[in-house]
Nanobody, 116 residues
Framework: QVQLVESGGGLVQPGGSLTLSCAAS????????MEWYRQAPGKQRELVAS????????????HYKDSVKGRFTISRVNAKRSVYLQMNKLKPEDTAVYYC?????WGQGIQVIVSS
């Protein structure tokens, strides 16, 4: 059973930053795509960012939801079995539960609240 453990969420003021981490219980070197999703109250879960396989750090091909382009950065460190989501210039509309996904496996989700 693959386990994904997210961390780094919390409450932040608008304009602030957070970095989410997702640690996998398996070797991710052969994982082709790693993704971050989010689900706001009353809304469907949506893809926020993805990164394909490559080398260490943020060298794979990345994709972002339009509303987070230029503010969020996804990266992966295979040696740490982890994927990250650096979130800058956060807005209230970024408030959601964030999930990492590897293949068919989901993390438990972590809350991000952007509010003054």
């Amino acid at each position: 059973q693959v386990q994904l453990v997210e961390s780094g969420g919390g409450l932040v003021q608008p304009g602030g930053s957070l970095t989410l981490s997702c640690a996998a219980s398996i070797d991710i070197r052969d994982i082709s795509v790693m993704e971050w999703y989010r689900q706001a109250p009353g809304k469907q879960r949506e893809l926020v960012a993805s990164i394909d396989s490559g080398f260490t750090h943020d060298s794979g091909f990345t994709h972002y939801k339009d509303s987070v382009k230029g503010r969020f950065t996804i990266s992966r460190v295979n040696a740490k079995r982890s994927v990250y989501l650096q979130m800058n210039k956060l807005k209230p509309e970024d408030t959601a539960v964030y999930y990492c996904k590897i293949e068919t496996y989901w993390g438990q989700g972590i809350q991000v609240i952007v509010s003054s």
